[in-house]
């Protein structure tokens, strides 16, 4: 089996959905927090219009904090959706650019100002950007399984917009189920269809929690090869541009459950729960994770 | 594919953990409006001593209620630990028994103050007597994924109790995760290994929710070969006498995910969500299903 990664994405995609803005020194504590438990990469923010997103108003600021004598192997991400986020990214540091377009018109729309395809075009010119820059790169298909504006979204748009970034030499590509539409079967069947593109494509998944089915497709996109899994933590997130929003897997829900299974034992859940806590008690109120509540199992406890 | 069939045990092992007794005639309306629904087993409550627990001291009565003048197809089970709880059984009208013991020594001793073999021995003698009396009978292993107490069950001691079940010709057997334990990749193992003692074995599973992967679990046990699901309304529940309890997979949200893979679509969603609605509005609490408060996905709708 291809070793895992884990991808946390609470910086980003769970802060920007709370309406209050939270602190920069209380952000880059959480984030160190993580990097310090051993997760691979961690999304520190996007690089979005302040007015529109405030929340990720000082994505630039943390950047330049956490890289500035950066130790550890941890990867850190920026997500960015247009050439001018890849500009103020590529001046503060981002280690890995995330970039993406969603496959549902509305969305897109709603998101960027801008359609599927002309977002799709604009995505790959800015992505080859940063790859001519020597920075890791992530492209994505946002509302790939579903969009709550639309509904279903056919499978072929989302394998036409895979097909052209594989055309474009970019390799890492993520599905992101923006809605929380996606199913197990689902899962197993477009990932796998990606495969079938390209065997040797890196797939990553991002799941909403949004119907309880979070964590079943993430096993589900494990069977069908996929490697990075992106959560987020206590389990906070969603898009502001949804329909219905909801959190994502918690990523120290996740490390517990790979843990079960003798995966990434390296990965320091003690870490994790600290932060998970922490982010519950900051905002006042439990949050969807839920081994942060109940502790980890312990192999063999008094009773 | 097997049909799958969906027991709901939210009157059971939902109301079994709230403080508050539910009146008798509010917990009917909840099992009609399941039964209405096309679910095709509830478990309308246990044979406990009403003393130990008090929610389910009515279980006599709903049964009498429930079954005189019944139509529809849904089968009406009852939980029993012991002779006695049988012997009340018998006399009100439970069309299924469902018996069980614990794989755990201590989850045993704490539950029904007998040990695992015992319990094992007494159960499979109850059950032979409900079969003589002509009625549908489930055995169960509790904790066999897992004990809050003692930490990792052996399969070897589950798998024992499932070959003297299958001796004794009982045939439909569950695995209940009592401590919320299991994993994906162990739920595949465990009744992988029991489908191999006997391919004809009908095979029910019980996930807890304790640690996020409930769902996860199910699809798991689907993929295993398993064919009744057992859910709870709203996702309430959870044992009294296991170390740390939590609800269960949320029936709705099961058939919500069912009915997106076009599984049972005779389970009329409208009506559990309704359901999970008034559980949800009489305990005056967000519980942990999903659907009931996001709504269904629907197909196409305007933005």
Not at 23 to 41: C, F, N, S, T, Y
Not at 105 to 120: D, P, Y
Not at 162 to 167: C, D, I, K, M, P
Not at 173 to 198: K, N, Y
Request: glycine share 12%; net charge neutral; hydrophobic share 40%.
């Amino acid at each position: 089996m291809k070793r895992i990664l884990i991808h946390e994405v609470g910086p980003r995609d769970g802060l920007q959905m709370e309406k209050q803005v939270v602190p920069l020194e209380i952000k880059e504590g959480w984030i160190r927090g993580v990097m310090d438990a051993g997760v691979d990469l961690v999304q520190v923010g996007s690089f979005v219009h302040p007015e529109k997103v405030p929340q990720m108003a000082d994505t630039d600021e943390l950047f330049r904090r956490l890289t500035a004598g950066k130790t550890g192997s941890t990867v850190l991400s920026g997500l960015v959706l247009n050439e001018k986020g890849l500009e103020r990214g590529l001046q503060c540091g981002v280690e890995m650019f995330c970039l993406g377009a969603s496959a549902s018109e509305t969305h897109s729309r709603k998101n960027t100002g801008i359609g599927t395809e002309e977002a799709t075009r604009r995505i790959i010119g800015a992505a080859k950007q940063a790859v001519a820059a020597g920075k890791k790169v992530q492209v994505s298909v946002q509302s790939a399984f579903g969009c709550g504006f639309e509904g279903p979204i056919p499978e072929d748009r989302v394998l036409g917009m895979v097909r052209a970034y594989l055309e474009a030499g970019l390799t890492n590509i993520s599905l992101a189920d923006t809605a929380g539409h996606a199913d197990p079967a689902q899962v197993e069947r477009l990932f796998g269809a990606v495969f079938a593109l390209d065997p040797a494509v890196e797939c990553t998944c991002h799941f909403h929690n949004t119907y309880g089915l979070g964590m079943a497709n993430i096993f589900a996109a494990l069977r069908a090869g996929v490697t990075t899994l992106e959560t987020s933590f206590a389990g906070l997130g969603g898009c502001p541009f949804t329909k219905v929003a909801a959190g994502n897997v918690a990523t120290e829900d996740l490390v517990h459950a790979l843990h079960r299974q003798g995966l990434r034992p390296d990965v320091r859940l003690d870490g994790l729960l600290g932060v998970a806590r922490s982010v519950a008690e900051h905002f006042g109120r439990d949050l969807p994770g839920h081994v942060y509540r109940t502790g980890p199992i312990t192999t063999k406890e008094a009773s």
